[in-house]
């Protein structure tokens, strides 16, 4: 049972996460913030992770706090359930296109947290939430999970588009990513017998 529960508790938010590598996409998700809600049920469904999230933070200042916690918590359940990363494929991309709009990202689940954003917006807000805040939530989730995360948007004019085929790709690309590879489930993925740390 490849399973994550976080509980992350501060004075500027409160969150509990839960996630199910081997789920089917089912999701109950409520951070306060209704645009991060959706992007949250895209990344559940997309990847077949359940996922459940409950979030409350100072919304009464911004949504950066929560954005980034949230973000934090499911990275942390994410690199919990993965335990050892024993038998994953480790490696995952995806294009995901969504009308106009088109994104790339490739993604290793490292251990060694990196984030490459080349995402451009050209408005401040999408409903609620600053648009900034986007690039804050990857970096938040790389970090915490351990992963290397290229994200690119090749095009795109519509800033909802954009966005969407952003958490879509990451998606897709950590549901391959974590996948059990029967050809060598018993081993970690890396000629060093172990993930994280240098080269």
């Not at 409160?14 to 895209?42: K, P």
């Not at 335990?83 to 296109?97: C, M």
Request: net charge negative; proline share 2%; aromatic share 6%.
């Amino acid at each position: 049972m490849r399973q994550g529960s976080i509980a992350r508790n501060t004075t500027e938010t409160s969150i509990a996460v839960t996630v199910d590598l081997d789920g089917s996409g089912r999701y109950s998700v409520s951070t306060g913030v209704g645009f991060l809600d959706h992007m949250l049920e895209q990344l559940s469904r997309h990847s077949l992770m359940d996922l459940t999230v409950e979030a409350k933070g100072d919304l009464h200042i911004d949504a950066h706090h929560t954005t980034e916690d949230v973000g934090i918590a499911i990275g942390q359940a994410v690199s919990q359930a993965l335990g050892e990363r024993k038998g994953i494929r480790r490696y995952g991309s995806a294009y995901v296109p969504m009308d106009e709009a088109l994104t790339r990202v490739a993604l290793d689940l490292s251990n060694r947290p990196y984030l490459i954003w080349k995402v451009a917006f050209g408005r401040d807000k999408l409903g609620t939430m600053d648009t900034e805040l986007f690039k804050e939530w990857f970096q938040a989730f790389a970090q915490a999970a351990g992963a290397t995360l290229h994200v690119e948007s090749l095009y795109g004019d519509n800033d909802h588009h954009i966005v969407e085929s952003c958490f879509k790709a990451l998606a897709r690309s950590l549901r391959e990513a974590v996948e059990i590879d029967p050809r060598k489930a018993d081993a970690v993925p890396s000629t060093k017998g172990t993930l994280g740390g240098t080269l």
